[in-house]
């Protein structure tokens, strides 16, 4: 068993992660900034801490990571036109939650990240969708810099279907869409196989059974 802290943990991949890691013998520790969601998520097993990703501090981080054995990113600024949350979410929680995890003595991180973000962007290309993109490519090169047991995992489109159980899992993959619940199956595969520790991977909608595709990319 494990303790996983989730950051991001009322997301949309998050929530439906938690159950996940619970059937695997886990426990979720959600870190949230609203209290008012702590109901709703021991409700599914998960343990529940608070934790403003803007807000708080490395060293909150690192208490907030008390005791977990790894940590999955999971957050992010939103769909909607902010800039700047961009930045402070999908960048900078990201890189105090590796700087935290760190301090706290915990290797194992996995980063829910984008699908083709270090491509280049045309010069017209949407501002919001230009900071999103950066934030997520940056995030992404601070954590394969870190000395951290790191995992990267990049979807594609993310939809609200219902989960199928098979992706496409490769480091680069055609874009495509894929189910919430499919991301957060990969994740939590991802988390009891070492073998994807310094691993980065694309992932989409596909054929193969998830266990089988993680196999395929595990190094």
């Known amino acids: ?3 996983i802290a989730i950051v991001g943990g009322h997301g949309q991949v998050a929530r439906r992660l938690h159950p996940l890691l619970v059937q695997a013998g886990h426990v979720p520790v959600a870190l949230v900034r609203n209290p008012a969601y702590a109901e709703e998520l021991s409700a599914v097993g998960a343990e529940v801490r608070l934790l403003d990703l803007e807000q708080d501090d490395v060293d909150a981080y690192a208490r907030a990571f008390e005791g977990c054995d790894a940590v999955v990113f999971a957050a992010g600024g939103g769909p909607d036109g902010n800039i700047e949350r961009k930045r402070t979410v999908d960048l900078g929680a990201s890189v105090r939650s590796q700087e935290a995890a760190a301090q706290a003595g915990i290797g194992r991180f996995v980063q829910i990240s984008a699908i083709n973000v270090d491509a280049p962007l045309p010069d017209d ?4 969708w230009r900071a999103y993109v950066e934030a997520k490519r940056d995030a992404d090169a601070a954590l394969r810099a870190s000395d951290l047991a790191w995992t990267i995992v990049r979807p594609g ?3 609200d279907d219902p989960g199928t159980g098979r992706v496409r899992a490769a480091e680069r993959v055609e874009r495509a869409d894929i189910t919430r619940d499919d991301v957060a199956a990969v994740v939590a595969a991802v988390l009891d196989d070492d073998r994807t520790v310094g691993v980065q991977f694309e992932v989409v909608g596909g054929e193969d059974a998830v266990p089988a ?7």
Do not use: K
């Open 1 to 3: 068993m494990a303790r």
């Open 125 to 128: 290309t949407d501002e919001v």
């Open 157 to 159: 489109r993310l939809t």
């Open 213 to 219: 595709a993680i196999a395929g990319i595990a190094s």
